[in-house]
């Protein structure tokens, strides 16, 4: 359930197609000209999200790749952007996720490049209050655990958490899950 200003959903209707994401024009090649792993529907649900932050709220993404996700998050809304990651994944890095957020005139946002759990408890994010934090690095449940732990002391009082890929089989596996419980499916042997 959401509570605060995130709770309320002016003109909502049972129609349930995503918002284009502003600056997109609603075009799929969106996705094709920055590349990256996301889905058109996580994206649209980052960008909702995004304007929703409070004032004084911050956007922190830990997964930032070649910047798909924070670009979607920041087209259209005003705020304090963060993204995190230590360029690991292969074909992205800083050059190009710099490139793909100046190609759509993106600015007042910070890159925290190095590994997300070391900065984090560092304090890099210092006095951030983050309103909507978005996982999506390692993909396995103590990972995924970790980066909610670490976010915790920096999260505002109604922060929505955002944890990509916890349908997949190796995160169920490592939470010590039943296959398919994941992805909310009931397991194969009930």
């Not at 990256?36 to 304007?51: D, I, K």
């Not at 798909?68 to 995190?84: K, Q, T, Y």
């Not at 560092?122 to 006095?127: E, I, K, P, T």
Request: charged content about 25%; overall charge neutral.
């Amino acid at each position: 359930m959401l509570t605060g200003s995130r709770s309320s959903c002016r003109g909502s209707s049972p129609d349930t197609r995503a918002r284009p994401i502003p600056g997109t024009g609603g075009s799929p090649r969106f996705l094709e000209d920055v590349g990256g792993l996301a889905r058109e529907n996580n994206l649209a649900l980052l960008n909702l999200a995004a304007s929703l932050l409070g004032r004084g709220e911050s956007y922190v993404e830990v997964g930032s790749f070649k910047g798909l996700s924070l670009i979607a998050a920041m087209l259209g809304n005003a705020g304090d952007f963060v993204g995190i990651d230590d360029f690991s994944l292969g074909g992205g890095n800083r050059r190009r996720l710099d490139a793909n957020l100046r190609r759509y005139g993106l600015a007042g946002h910070t890159i925290l490049e190095g590994d997300a759990f070391t900065l984090l408890r560092q304090g890099a994010l210092g006095a951030r209050r983050v309103g909507v934090y978005y996982y999506d690095a390692a993909h396995d449940y103590r990972s995924q655990m970790r980066g909610l732990r670490l976010i915790e002391p920096y999260l505002a009082d109604d922060a929505l958490l955002i944890v990509d890929d916890t349908d997949w089989n190796q995160v169920a596996r490592d939470a010590g899950l039943p296959r398919g419980a994941a992805a909310g499916r009931a397991p194969r042997d009930a």
